[in-house]
């Protein structure tokens, strides 16, 4: 990481949490089976990469200690949550708590965890882990996706320290 130029301002985390909170991001629970446990938490930096091939993103502090199982095991199921499923967001962001606790999922046809009611799921494989800053970025290949009708076309959406859903 290179130093910063000449006359270049300082940035405090508050400030960029505040400014980056203007941006609204859908939120995702990644999860995992590891050893027959499984390992979720909830993610709102999820995004697609590219296409062809298929290839979605996030990002993990390196401070978590889930995360460390879900890349153990090399693959994880994405749950992209619904409009309505806030409670679900907040079971996964805690820390130490049992975050399956009272959460309806079944293991999907990779063996992962599926949230139920979200609006799609992804199964992806582990493509490749990278250290920036106080985070890993993890690539990973799409390997099979579901969506799911029945729970409509909103999304949980994160917006300025809130969940809700999207207003268009």
């Given amino acids: 990481m290179s130093a ?16 980056l909170g203007h941006y ?23 995004t697609s990469v590219s296409l062809d091939p298929p290839i979605v ?10 995360w460390p199982h879900i890349r153990a095991a090399g693959a ?11 409670r679900v967001c ?9 975050r399956f606790s009272g959460v309806g999922w079944t293991a999907n046809a990779s063996g992962h965890p599926a949230i139920t009611g979200a609006v799609a799921w992804i199964d992806c494989v582990l493509d490749s882990c990278h250290l920036v800053g106080d985070h890993e970025l993890i690539l990973a290949r799409v390997v099979d996706l579901t969506t799911n009708d029945d729970a409509g076309d909103d999304p949980l959406v994160f917006h300025r320290g809130r969940l809700g859903r999207m207003l268009l």
Avoid: Y
């Fill in 4 to 19: 910063p130029t000449a006359g270049a301002v300082m940035i405090d985390s508050v400030r960029l949490r505040r400014a």
């Fill in 24 to 46: 609204p991001t859908g939120v995702v629970v990644i999860a995992a089976l590891t050893d027959g446990e499984p390992h979720g938490f909830t993610v709102n930096s999820f």
């Fill in 57 to 66: 993103s996030f990002c993990a502090a390196h401070t978590s200690t889930t």
């Fill in 76 to 86: 994880f199921t994405i749950s992209m949550l619904s409009a309505g499923q806030e």
């Fill in 90 to 98: 907040q079971s996964f962001a805690k820390k130490g708590a049992d």
